[in-house]
């Protein structure tokens, strides 16, 4: 499958807790995206990368969330000290960027936070 | 800042009744827009595009949308619905030069066969 992979695809965990979620991009995709969706709402931009640079980070985004893309390839997004507030669907997607054929991005099946 | 709104949270359909979403985006500038769907259990898939040029475009499944400038709008239609077409629909848009993209909050669409 050569789309965009996320793991772990469940992830629960206690309040207080670390936790760290992985994103494998569409191989060449030189820009990757994340995003959030709660229940009854579209995603929410978080973040993105072009190669290694993390270009933009929302307001949403608070000191307790830190992203990487260390090579320009895969992608983690590490949230510390987890609230419940922080249950949701984290998703990633990856394009080829604005000098590229489409522009399009294409997401990945998501990895969804529950914060007991 | 730009903004989505979707009016029709959920909308139910007889299978072959034809099918219009409403998207109205706030932004001042140029955009690209966009729908997603998201099947049930699955992840979310481009169903259609519009960057520039002709305001009609055609995606996948016989879907269409139009943008109307003027309007700031980019309705989604389908002229016989399937029940295959049970999903929830996201229109999406973002300013042209800016990665970032603002989701609707979603039409819960259902087929009933």
């Known amino acids: 499958d050569t789309g965009v992979s996320q793991d772990p695809r469940h992830k629960i965990t206690k309040r207080g807790q670390n936790v760290t979620f992985r994103c494998d991009p569409i191989s060449e995709h030189n820009r990757l995206y994340w995003y959030r969706q709660t229940l009854g709402q579209g995603p929410e931009f978080l973040t993105y990368f072009q190669n290694e640079a993390q270009l933009e980070k929302s307001r949403l985004l608070s000191d307790r969330f830190s992203a990487e893309r260390p090579k320009g390839s895969f992608s983690t997004l590490e949230i510390q000290r987890t609230e419940q507030g922080d249950s949701a669907m984290y998703l990633c997607a990856s394009s080829q960027g604005a000098g590229g054929p489409d522009g399009i991005q294409y997401f990945g099946a998501g990895t969804r936070l529950s914060v007991l | ?113």
């Open chain 2, 1 to 113: 800042a730009q903004s989505v709104s979707q009016h029709n949270h959920h909308v139910i359909l007889s299978e072959a009744a034809s099918l219009e979403l409403g998207c109205n985006y706030s932004y001042g500038g140029t955009v690209n827009l966009f729908w997603y769907v998201q099947y049930p259990g699955q992840h979310l898939q481009l169903l259609l595009k519009y960057f520039s040029g002709d305001p009609l475009v055609k995606g996948i499944k016989g879907f269409e949308a139009e943008f109307i400038k003027s309007k700031f709008s980019f309705n989604l239609r389908k002229p016989s619905v399937q029940w295959s077409d049970t999903a929830e629909y996201f229109c999406a848009v973002n300013a042209r030069g800016n990665e970032k993209l603002t989701f609707g909050t979603g039409t819960r669409l259902t087929i009933i066969p």
